[in-house]
């Protein structure tokens, strides 16, 4: 397995355009992680699902985001009608957890997809 | 909203200096990790610290874990070039709907000069 697949690496788009990026995460992980970050920031979080079910969102997940997992392997973020704000790193990580239990292992993170709004 | 404030936001110093970095939060997490990041890459996972009290060591990094499980440190000894990057605390969710969220610190920006 060779971890955490983000892609596209980098988009250009230009304001009002749609955006979606894949992320394939390491094969036995059950949960995958969208985060955010901005430039010598710490990421936020967006959301996460466990299996194909989206657990939390993120306020900061406007309707213009949406994100899925449809069977519970690999992930989608798409993003409507971009703004100069979501110009940003998104960043995929995934990990294994036992059902009902806190995760208190590691997170594997992707190298992130880097989105440009023009 | 549970949060963690990381200081110092910069840090930059020469080789063979020592630094801490701080993480502090009012709400007590299940567990802490920290994150090392570099440009261009996702953080990668250095500790995670589970009981009050708590230190571990890697190498020249020594990690601790406040006894209130509110916050941590991690002290670096003899600074390297290599050590420059992007560091990240991180808690983890104990309970309810947010249970395995991780919440990250806004980072600590470190840069060692040879």
């Known amino acids: 397995d060779t971890g955490v697949s983000q892609n596209p690496r980098h988009k250009i788009t230009k304001r009002g355009q749609n955006v979606t990026f894949r992320c394939d995460p390491i094969?036995?992980?059950?949960?995958l992680y969208w985060y955010r970050q901005t430039l010598g920031q710490g990421p936020e979080f967006l959301t996460y699902f466990q299996n194909e079910a989206q657990l939390e969102k993120s306020r900061l997940l406007s309707d213009r985001f949406s994100a899925e997992r449809p069977k519970g392997s690999f992930s989608t973020l798409e993003i409507q009608r971009t703004e100069q704000g979501d110009s940003a790193m998104y960043l995929c990580?995934?990990?294994?957890?036992?059902?009902?239990?806190?995760?208190?292992?590691?997170?594997?993170f992707g190298e992130g997809s880097r989105l440009t709004v023009l | 909203t549970q949060l963690l404030e990381q200081s110092p936001q910069f840090l930059s110093i020469q080789e063979g200096e020592n630094l801490t970095v701080y993480c502090n939060s009012s709400?007590?997490?299940?567990?802490l990790q920290w994150y090392r990041q570099e440009p261009g890459e996702g953080p990668v996972l250095l500790v995670t610290?589970?009981?009050?009290?708590e230190v571990k060591k890697l190498k020249r990094l020594t990690f601790q874990f406040g006894d209130a499980r509110k916050d941590s440190s991690l002290h670096i000894t003899a600074a390297q070039p290599g050590d420059t990057g992007l560091y990240l605390c991180?808690?983890?969710?104990?309970?309810?709907?947010?249970?395995?969220?991780?919440?990250f610190g806004q980072g600590t920006i470190l840069t060692v000069h040879p």
């Open positions: 991180a808690g983890v969710h104990a309970g309810g709907t947010s249970y395995g969220k991780l919440t």
């Open positions: 709400s007590v997490f299940s567990s």
């Open positions: 610290v589970v009981t009050g009290g």
């Open positions: 094969s036995e992980h059950n949960r």
């Open positions: 990580a995934s990990s294994f957890a036992l059902a009902g239990l806190a995760n208190t292992g590691e997170l594997f």
